[in-house]
Every structure is written in C-alpha cells, then in structure tokens.
C-alpha cells in the first residue's frame, strides 16, 4: 500500500507517493495557483498525473496527506486560509474523498514536516518530541507519545508566537517580542546586517563581496567559523536568543528530542554543540532525569511530503 | 468505591476519602514532618487514621493519589526531592502497595489541582485545559484530551519556568525573567510596594494602615477597586504581564479553558474580565475558531486532595 502526500507551498505543490518506510517511490511538482478554484483543480490534476506517472492504481492507495501553509482545521478536514496564497475555506477532505473514496487528513506545514521527523527522520524512536523550522519564520511542532498535537481546533504548536521579550520587536502577529522576530533565517540576517554595519572591518563583508544585499542565513556562521569577530558576536547572540526558547519549550514539555528544521539547520553539529553547550548550564529540574536530545532534522524538502502521508495512520 | 487522596504540604500533610463524584467524605491532617523517613511513617500513619476515623475496610478503597511540592518520577513512583521539606529518593509506590496492596499514583501539586479542577472542578467538560497557580511561586498544569500531561520523565509543565522577559529579574531557578517573577503573590507584593514607595499619597497605605510590611495579593486589587491611581496600574502592569504568559500557552495549546488558581484568583470575575479584555486585543489565529474561556479555580483547598485521588482512574 502506498499513501499519497501533498506538500502546499507558496512557490509549488509537491505530490509524492509514499510507502509504509517513510520512502518516496514517485514525486511530480506543480506550479502554486494564487486563487482558491485554481488551487482545488492543481490538487487534482496532481493527483491524477502522479497515480499515472507511478503506474498504481487507486486500490492500492490507503489515503491522502496535505499540509498546508496556513490555518487548517484538521477536525473537519477545511483548509481555512492560506494568506500567502490567497486560498479560503476549502472543504478539501470532503472534496477529495468524494473524488477518491479515500480517507484524506490535513495539518500545517510545520506540524507535517515534525511529524515526518519523528516519524522516519532525526528524531525516529522518540516519542515526545518538539520542533522550530527556522526559515522566514519559525514553525512549530509537537508530538506527545508518538501522536501529533495541534492544539484545540487544530490553532496551537505555534511556537514561533511564543514571546521570548515581552515588549519586544514588533511581530507580524499583532504582539511584540515572539521568537519568530530573534531567531528566524529573516532575523538572522537582520542582525548580521546590523553588525556588518557596525563593523566596517568585519570579514563577512569580504563574504559577501561587499554587497550587503547578498548576506544570507549562513554569512555569520560562515564567518565565524574562520574566527571574525563580529560575526562571532552575531552568532553567540543567536545562540542564546534560540537556547532561551528552546529551554521555555523543555519546562513545558521536557520532550526527549528537541529537533531543528529549515534553512539554519544546515548548520548541523556546529549549531547544536553550540545550543547544547548554552543549555547544559541550565539545570533546572534535570535531578535524575536525562537530558533532552538537541539534534537537526534530516529529511530536508521531502519531509513535507513524507510527513503529509504519514497524517495517514 | 472511594480512594485515597493524600496533599502534602509544606506545613501540613491532608488525608482525604474521595468518592467517584470528586467528593470528599472523610478528612484527616498531619504536620509535616521535616526528613524522609519521619514523612514515610505520617504517610502511613495518616492512611490508616483515616481509614479507621471514616470506619471504611481496605476492601472499598480503589487506589492511592498523592500530590507533592516538588520533582516526582511519576513513572516509577518515586518521590525524588522536596527541596522545602527534605525529603528525598522515597520509593513510596512500592512501600505503600507493599502494605496496602493498592495502585498508588504520583504527581506533583501544579499537576494535581489542574486535574482537580479538570474532572470536578469550574474546567469539568473541557478536553484541553492549562492552569497557573499563582501563589508564592507559579505552578503550571497541563490537561491534553483530558488527561493530565506532565512531560518527559515527568519533568515537564513546569509554566512558571518559561520565560517572559529574558535578561529580566533573576529567578531562583538560575534563569532570568521567569513567568513566575512577573505574576505569583509575591511580584504582585513587590509590584505593590514599590508603587507605594513611588506614591506615599496612594490610598494603599491606608489600606494597610501604614505599615507597608502588611502588604499582600489583594492590596492593589482592593484598592484599585476604590479608584486609587497607582493601585491601578499596578493592577494594570500585572494583567499585562499575566496576558502575555496566557496567550503564550494559548498559541502553544490553544486550550479550551485557562484556569486561574492560587491566592490571586480570589479576585475572581475583576479579574479574569481585565484578562479576557487584555487577550481579546490578540487576534492572531483566531479565525474561525472560539476563544479559550478564563475562569477560575473553584476547589479551593481542597483541590490538593481531589486531585491526588483523580490520579487514580
């Protein structure tokens, strides 16, 4: 039996099929259409051209897996609004299992990619495990004994809109101070920047060819690495900015692995010796208990559609 | 059936015979001891005073709960520090069902007062409910599809340990800008008197007769409610800081209902409407979705001993 998983993004749509190993057997990528009809018919045409470019009939499909970048109710399987992509309130199971006869499941990009993790990636074997994607913004997820935990009517595990400064920077949320504004790709690159500027000497100029517009998610690390010294500073900032949220997460949840996903986590060992090292300073309530395993996600873009699939027990 | 619900406290060890309605038919109270073994023979002691006071045979009693101050292994049974008491590494499963052969449950006292108020309490009918318990400390309790969830190796739910300010006031935990430095009685306290100190006109310090030493939790509440401008904003600057903590486990969890319990939620309604005013300003992924309910804790004192028995299922 195979599943198929469908990964919604705000460039395309990716549809794979997946066996019971996690594997992608078959994949084909659609161009995302900015309107809500448009984007049901994409669906469904991937659909149809991946079941035909694998050669597997529908008898042998257990059920359909989306995540989706946006507000979802999984509850009764509606897509409620995608904002980067103009989509709204689309009853997409009843659409589809009306189309298939197939059980369908829906999440949100960050859930799916966590779920795909602890499922078939980094963290396979754990049961509690939590998750940021640190991209343009920071996506959360959670799993609680093995499951998907999305919070009531699907609207929590936001955990990029957890405060880290109260009062802080401005947040696109509507508060001040989230996590997603100190240790996303984007605020990443913010304070580079900022240092660069401060910094006129600093090698991450030379990094980037003197062109400020070319720092990226890697320019501090990079330098760093090489022993710049405002680099350093970019970086030993992060680190704390991310080790003091990921600890909220741990006296929350105290999860058994603790994995990072998106652009950042390229970083590997480099970045998690580094968070391990912040937080093993931190001993609150670790008396006889392990230690929560910090690691990076490994199953990169496929993950979406892994984890899609996996939503299909 | 009944079962035995046993809360021990910092000055006092309650006893309680709990019917299958959270009722409490017989009680009995002992004084803490101040070392393990003393506390294991009270324990016993208490359980069997209460038997024989309630004149109940060991053969109607389903089970023993017990809710503790401090780190528990909830899995294996084992009590393993009360820092305020001095006990330490109790294996009180095995030697209470050695004695009584019944299934003894573990947990610590955030946890069980939020399943107090879960099961019988003002949160009884909600699936998915948190708690802060906003007293000398804050304690934090999690409920997920009605279960009590505490965490990895029962070390997690530890709420008033996320931080709120970080680099703010430091807190005995050895980090800074905890939760619990901004909400519990005792920031209100200092909150109280520095405003006091800042205004020697304020109506507070007749309320306390001049002597700034009899300060408490209800000071500015009570004198906020007569019209006293820096009683005001200090009640102001703690439902804000006491709002952002909330709607952070409202991203997290997005529960159906948020408790409110210790000494401060005596204020009841006056404050749980400056809360939902404060929250209902955010916005963010309520869309199509209902609002967490604020409500406080309706148990009381007795939440300690109810929720030790709900341990047991």
């Known amino acids: 039996m195979y599943t198929i998983g469908i990964d919604i993004g705000g460039m395309s749509i990716k549809f794979g099929l997946v066996d019971c190993d996690g594997q992608i057997s078959t994949k084909t990528v659609f161009k995302t259409p900015k309107n809500t009809e448009a984007g049901i018919n994409t669906i469904i045409l991937g659909i149809d051209q991946l079941l035909k470019q694998a050669n597997v009939p529908l008898s042998e499909i257990n059920g359909i897996g989306i995540g989706c970048p946006g507000a979802v109710d999984s509850d009764k399987?509606?897509?409620?609004?995608?904002?980067?992509l103009g989509w709204e309130s689309i009853e997409i199971s009843k659409i589809l299992n009306e189309k298939y006869n197939l059980p369908?499941?829906?999440?949100?990009d960050a859930n799916v990619a966590t779920l795909a993790e602890a499922k078939f990636g980094s963290a396979k074997g754990y049961n509690t495990v939590i998750m940021f994607t640190l991209g343009t913004g920071v996506g959360g997820g959670i799993i609680i004994d093995g499951k998907l935990f999305e919070g009531g009517w699907s609207r929590g595990a936001e955990l990029g809109h957890v405060t880290l400064y109260a009062d802080g920077i401005e947040c696109t949320c509507g508060?001040?101070?989230?996590?997603?504004?100190?240790?996303?790709?984007?605020?990443?690159i913010e304070r580079t920047k900022l240092a660069m500027q401060n910094d006129r000497k600093s090698a991450m100029w030379d990094y980037v060819l003197g062109d400020i517009e070319k720092v990226d998610g890697k320019t501090a690390f990079e330098?760093?690495?090489?022993g710049d010294k405002s680099a350093n500073s970019v970086v030993d900032g992060y680190i704390?900015?991310?080790?003091?949220?990921?600890?909220?997460?741990?006296?929350?949840?105290?999860p058994e692995a603790f994995v990072l996903g998106g652009g950042i986590s390229a970083q590997?060992?480099?970045l998690t010796d580094k968070l391990i090292d912040y937080c093993e300073k931190f001993e609150y309530g670790y008396h006889n208990s392990p230690r929560t395993k910090i690691i990076t996600a490994t199953l990169g873009n496929d993950a979406g559609i892994i984890g899609a699939a996996a939503l299909i027990e």
Do not use: H, Q, W
């Open 77 to 84: 399987g509606i897509i409620d609004v995608l904002p980067n």
């Open 104 to 108: 369908v499941k829906i999440s949100n």
């Open 175 to 188: 508060r001040r101070g989230c996590i997603e504004r100190y240790v996303s790709a984007t605020a990443l």
């Open 223 to 226: 330098c760093a690495k090489s």
């Open 240 to 254: 704390k900015d991310l080790g003091e949220s990921m600890m909220n997460m741990f006296n929350i949840f105290r």
């Open 268 to 270: 590997g060992k480099y």
